[in-house]
């Protein structure tokens, strides 16, 4: 049994606060032939540096950074170690100190987090952080190989050597152990999917309906195809900094916080230990699963998410986040990993996770209601929906939550020139996914590794009036 001292509960604290102020995207595609790598992440560079409404040159900018950092998953898929020493240099900031961060599906908000880092101690003023992955110089069997490696070698990755088939298990213990149903489950994809729809930069999207996902191919029972993540190339980037240059360069900066767990790479043999209670939480509410004999996380949740949650709440203030936040950006590698960080981060108590859906809080538009959703969900498309370049991932769901929060999501993705760009058009019917403005407007995304290894939680709040 895990127990933690007093040390280890120590809340992080920046010694001084930490911004962001632009971010850039790619599209995200199956193959991506048309560019190379370096130039996919110069692509959403460029974006960040031009398309942001910074108050200063793109080049005057670029000479403020004097730091970056970079995520990227997998050295396998494209045969080039130190790949972030190539980009660096291409990006043209050499001799800039720079490192790469490698910490499975949770590499881009890792990234994000020690870039944080530096900012918050003084090392630096301005960092880059830029993600990336290049999934399509292999076959999708030989790519769902290289995954698997992520995952124990010992136990997990003999199961089928594909991230499905990992969390086919955890589904079905979830569905009997909290009553979850398929068709929750589908509802999922099907509102991710749909969201994506409204993205330039989205690979999967679609206009499913729940019998459509449930009739689709079986990737590993009980998870479908429509269910799951796909494998992307493309890039994304972020640019953080102290608080003098985040008024200098925006008017419109996003104070950052972010924090991160761990947890075993063993998902059938975790230690378990006392459930760490969120700030609008009481041990009354968990009395089943602190029962003897029971198990915490046991099979259904994932702890390294609930630390990244107990961390970064108390860092930002949260006293419940289905009241304070106003979006959520989770990782939906699978319906079924999204419907288990509810529970982790706090959206529902744990045992209640399917109401989350089946209330329309998750929805932009709550379908019960015909109101807007309390706390909506990957309305980027998410993973399912839009992307999961894995080293950029959770650097898109940042990027994603503060243009949200900037009020900029339909110049980001409503703009017909950006459409066209990526050679696509615009659909007609296209709808803003534009979060009301508010006081304190606030977002937070989930960036999350293998079966719960490693998980990052971070929030962006509106700094200005």
Known sequence: MIVMKEGNKRIPKWNRKVFAVAGGLTDYRKWFPEYKLEELVMLAFRQMLEQNDLKMDPLEVKGLINYAVYGHFADHFQDQLLCSAKVHDYLGLDPLYNVGIKTGGATGGSAVLTGAMAVASGYADVVLVAGWERMDEVDTRTGNTYISFAACKDYETRLARMYSAYYAPMAKRFM??????????????????????????????????????????????????????????????????????????????????????????????????????????????????????????????????????????????????????????????????????YGDIGLRPYGQEPDYIESGDAYYINPNTGKP????????????????????????QGVECLWQVQQKYDKFHGDPKIWEFWGKTKPDDWQSLQIPDRKGCQAAWVSHAGVGSHVTLGILRKAWQ
């Open 373 to 396: 959703g309390k706390c909506p969900s990957n309305l980027s498309g998410g993973l399912i929906g839009t992307m999961h370049a894995v080293g950029a991932t959770g650097i898109f």
């Open 176 to 341: 009997e152990t909290y009553n979850l149903s398929e068709e929750t489950r589908a509802k999922v994809a099907v509102k991710n999917h749909l969201y994506a729809c409204s993205s330039p930069y989205a690979q999967q999207p679609g206009r499913y309906t729940v019998e459509e996902v449930l009739n689709s191919r079986i990737a590993a029972w009980p998870l479908r195809f429509l269910e799951c993540c796909a494998m992307s190339v493309g890039a994304a980037s972020m640019l953080l900094c102290d608080e003098k240059t985040a008024w200098r360069l925006t008017d419109r900066p996003c104070e950052l916080y972010i924090a991160g767990g761990s947890h075993t790479l063993r998902v059938a043999d975790r230690r378990h230990q006392a459930i760490p209670l969120l700030p609008h939480e009481t041990e009354e509410m968990y009395r089943d699963l602190l029962e003897p004999g029971s198990r915490y996380p046991g099979f259904e949740s994932f702890l390294a998410s609930r630390m990244a949650a107990w961390f970064c709440y108390r860092m930002a203030g949260i006293e419940n986040p289905l009241e304070d936040l106003d979006l959520v950006e989770l990782h939906d590698a699978f319906t079924i990993s999204d419907i288990q960080t």
